[in-house]
C-alpha cells in the first residue's frame, strides 16, 4: 500500500502465521468501497502461499461497507477448495452487524477471537461449516 494514498489512515492490514499453514490476515479501520480493493489484493498475496487455513481477522474494523462485504467474500472464493476460511469478528460489533443484515454471517464459520478461529482451524473442527450461532448466542431474543 503507498503511504501516501488517503485510504493508509482508513484501513491497515497485516498477516501473521500462527502455525503451519495457517495464514490469519488481520484488518483494522474502514473497510468500504476505497479500502476494499486493498484487502481484496492483500488476501490474493496471503493466498498465494496455498495455506491450509486461512482467518479473516475483522475485529478491528470500525466500518464495514458493502465494498468490503464483497472483498471478505472474495476472499473466501479466492481460497477455493483446498482452504478453509473463517472469519474473527467481534459480538455486538457494526462488522458482525453488517454481515447480519446482508445475510453474509450464513456463508462463514465465524468466532469472536482470531484466537478461537486459529484453534478450529489447527484441530481440523473447521470443515464447510457455515455460520457457528454466535449471532444467536450474543443477541439473545
Known amino acids: 500500500m503507498d503511504p501516501s494514498s488517503p485510504e493508509q489512515d482508513q484501513i491497515w492490514l497485516s498477516a501473521t502465521r500462527p ?17 476494499a480493493p486493498t484487502l481484496t489484493e492483500f488476501l490474493a ?12 481477522d475483522i475485529t478491528e474494523v ?29 459480538p455486538r460489533s457494526t462488522a458482525l452487524r453488517s454481515l447480519e443484515v446482508s445475510r453474509l454471517v450464513e456463508l462463514f464459520t465465524h468466532f469472536p477471537t482470531a484466537a478461537e478461529a486459529v484453534a478450529a482451524l489447527a484441530d481440523h473442527s473447521v470443515h464447510d461449516i457455515r455460520g457457528t450461532e454466535l449471532s444467536q448466542r450474543e443477541h439473545p431474543a
Open 62 to 90: 470500525t466500518f464495514l461497507g458493502s465494498s468490503g462485504l464483497r472483498a471478505i467474500v472474495d476472499g473466501q472464493h479466492l481460497a477455493g477448495e483446498a482452504t478453509r476460511v473463517a472469519l474473527a469478528v467481534t
Open 45 to 56: 498475496r496471503a493466498l498465494a502461499s496455498q495455506p491450509r487455513g486461512l482467518v479473516i
Open 19 to 35: 502455525a503451519e499453514g495457517l495464514c490469519v490476515v488481520h484488518v483494522g479501520g474502514e473497510l468500504d468501497m476505497l479500502t
